[in-house]
């Protein structure tokens, strides 16, 4: 019998050991897009580290989760900077960009979720930035319907001093059933 509860508890421990570890490498990668991607002048730029860049800023721009209680343009603007160059920080906040988001989800009053984003790199420039085409595909929900809905835009992304940054975002938008406009 003591050998079988020796057995239990070394398997729940293995089971906890793995838990630990697998929210420790889910809070590392989290951490790393708050903290923009890290990366070094004259490194390469990957395609994965750009997709990352981008969802990242895509989740936090386009996310509610509450139709009833959306996040503010402040709330948005401020989790924004991380994943923006100064300039098109600027620009967006100029531009009102954080207040749509809100204003679709309290119109339609259903929810907004980023399913998936990618990225075509386009060209690498003199400067150093790379532009890509890209296709971000929402959620548009509630509890009695929903539908994904497919925005094509186009990126560029810089290296600064403080790793990857959104240096240009542009799309035509996309049209959303019971809306005049749309995201």
């Given at each position: 019998?003591?050998?079988?509860?020796?057995?239990?508890?070394?398997?729940?421990?293995?089971?906890?050991?793995?838990?630990?570890?697998?929210?420790?490498?889910?809070?590392?990668?989290?951490?790393?897009?708050?903290?923009?991607?890290?990366?070094?002048?004259?490194?390469?730029?990957?395609?994965?580290?750009?997709?990352?860049?981008?969802?990242?800023?895509?989740?936090?721009?386009?996310?509610?989760?509450?139709?009833?209680?959306?996040?503010?343009?402040?709330?948005?603007?401020?989790?924004?900077?991380?994943?923006?160059?100064?300039?098109?920080?600027?620009?967006?906040?100029?531009?009102?960009?954080?207040?749509?988001?809100?204003?679709?989800?309290?119109?339609?009053?259903?929810?907004?979720?980023v399913k998936d984003v990618t990225l075509e790199e386009q060209s690498k420039?003199?400067?150093?930035t790379i532009d890509y085409f890209y296709t971000t595909k929402f959620k548009?929900?509630?509890?009695?319907?929903?539908?994904?809905?497919?925005?094509?835009?186009?990126?560029?992304?810089?290296?600064?001093?403080?790793?990857?940054?959104?240096?240009?975002?542009w799309s035509r938008g996309v049209k959303i059933d019971g809306l005049d406009?749309?995201?």
């Amino acid at each position: 019998m003591k050998g079988n509860e020796v057995a239990i508890i070394k398997k729940i421990l293995s089971l906890l050991f793995l838990f630990v570890l697998f929210n420790g490498v889910v809070a590392c990668s989290k951490d790393a897009v708050k903290e923009g991607i890290p990366i070094n002048e004259g490194e390469k730029v990957s395609l994965e580290d750009a997709e990352k860049l981008f969802k990242g800023y895509s989740t936090e721009l386009y996310t509610i989760k509450d139709a009833s209680d959306p996040p503010t343009f402040d709330e948005i603007a401020k989790n924004m900077k991380v994943f923006l160059t100064d300039e098109q920080y600027k620009a967006e906040i100029d531009n009102r960009k954080y207040q749509i988001p809100e204003l679709v989800s309290k119109q339609l009053n259903k929810s907004i979720e980023v399913k998936d984003v990618t990225l075509e790199e386009q060209s690498k420039n003199d400067d150093g930035t790379i532009d890509y085409f890209y296709t971000t595909k929402f959620k548009v929900y509630d509890g009695n319907s929903s539908k994904v809905y497919e925005k094509e835009g186009e990126l560029t992304i810089s290296i600064t001093n403080k790793g990857l940054k959104i240096d240009r975002e542009w799309s035509r938008g996309v049209k959303i059933d019971g809306l005049d406009g749309g995201l």
